[in-house]
C-alpha cells in the first residue's frame, strides 16, 4: 500500500470514527449561565430580569392557581448515550405579581444557594460591620468601660425581645 493510499484510509477511518461519536451525543433543555444567580431578589426581581440574568429561556413555566409561577432552566448534554452526561437545571418560584421568590430546586448548580440578596451567606460579613456595643442599639444602660485588669467579667447580652421560648413548662389543667 502506497503512502497516499493508506492517508486516505486513515481519513476515512477517522471520518467514521468522529461521525459514531456524533451521532451518540445529544443535548435537550436550553443552555443557560448561572454566574449572575446572587442578584436574584426576593420579591424584586422579575422573570424577565431572570431570563436575563441566566441568559435563556426557562425550559418549562408552570403556572399556578393563585397567580404564581415556578420556572425550570434545564440543560442536559450526553456523549455516548448515558455513558457521560451533565445534567443541570434549577427551579425558581415567583409570586402572583410575577416576583422572584425563592430557589425551589438546584441539580449541579454549585453556587445556587450561596447568595441571598446579592451577598454571599457563607462568608460572615467584616468585623466593622458589627457594632461596638450591641447593648446600645437596643436603648439598654452601658457601663462605662472597666479595664481588663480589673475585671474579665462580660454580662451576658440581652436579647431585644423576649423568646417565645423563656418558659419551660406548662400547666394543662385536668378535669376542670
Same mark, same amino acid.
Not at 467514521?16 to 446572587?38: M, Q, Y
Not at 424577565?48 to 420556572?71: F, K, M, T, W
Not at 440581652?158 to 389543667?173: D, G, K, L, M, W
Given at each position: 500500500?502506497?503512502?497516499?493510499?493508506?492517508?486516505?484510509?486513515?481519513?476515512?477511518?477517522?471520518?467514521?470514527?468522529?461521525?459514531?461519536?456524533?451521532?451518540?451525543?445529544?443535548?435537550?433543555?436550553?443552555?443557560?449561565?448561572?454566574?449572575?444567580?446572587?442578584?436574584?431578589?426576593?420579591?424584586?426581581?422579575?422573570?424577565?430580569?431572570?431570563?436575563?440574568?441566566?441568559?435563556?429561556?426557562?425550559?418549562?413555566?408552570?403556572?399556578?392557581?393563585?397567580?404564581?409561577?415556578?420556572?425550570?432552566?434545564?440543560?442536559?448534554?450526553?456523549?455516548?448515550?448515558?455513558?457521560?452526561?451533565?445534567?443541570?437545571?434549577?427551579?425558581?418560584?415567583?409570586?402572583?405579581?410575577?416576583?422572584?421568590?425563592?430557589?425551589?430546586?438546584?441539580?449541579?448548580?454549585?453556587?445556587?444557594?450561596?447568595? !441571598?440578596?446579592?451577598?454571599? +451567606?457563607?462568608?460572615?460579613?467584616?468585623?466593622? *460591620?458589627? =457594632? $461596638?456595643? %450591641? &447593648?446600645?442599639?437596643?436603648?439598654? !444602660?452601658?457601663?462605662?468601660? +472597666?479595664?481588663?485588669?480589673?475585671?474579665?467579667? *462580660?454580662? =451576658? $447580652?440581652? %436579647? &431585644?425581645?423576649?423568646?417565645?421560648?423563656?418558659?419551660?413548662?406548662?400547666?394543662?389543667?385536668?378535669?376542670?
Amino acid at each position: 500500500m502506497s503512502f497516499p493510499q493508506a492517508s486516505r484510509l486513515l481519513r476515512s477511518v477517522m471520518a467514521v470514527a468522529v461521525a459514531a461519536i456524533l451521532a451518540a451525543c445529544s443535548t435537550t433543555g436550553k443552555p443557560f449561565d448561572t454566574t449572575d444567580l446572587r442578584f436574584l431578589v426576593p420579591g424584586e426581581t422579575t422573570l424577565q430580569e431572570a431570563r436575563q440574568l441566566l441568559q435563556g429561556d426557562p425550559v418549562n413555566i408552570y403556572r399556578q392557581n393563585d397567580g404564581s409561577a415556578i420556572a425550570r432552566w434545564a440543560h442536559t448534554s450526553t456523549v455516548l448515550t448515558d455513558a457521560i452526561y451533565v445534567n443541570r437545571e434549577i427551579w425558581l418560584a415567583f409570586d402572583a405579581y410575577g416576583r422572584f421568590e425563592r430557589i425551589v430546586k438546584s441539580n449541579n448548580v454549585g453556587h445556587a444557594n450561596l447568595y !441571598h440578596d446579592g451577598r454571599r +451567606v457563607d462568608i460572615p460579613p467584616p468585623a466593622a *460591620s458589627y =457594632p $461596638a456595643n %450591641p &447593648a446600645a442599639l437596643h436603648g439598654q !444602660h452601658v457601663p462605662a468601660a +472597666v479595664p481588663a485588669a480589673v475585671s474579665s467579667y *462580660s454580662a =451576658p $447580652a440581652v %436579647p &431585644a425581645e423576649p423568646s417565645p421560648f423563656s418558659r419551660s413548662t406548662v400547666a394543662y389543667p385536668i378535669g376542670k
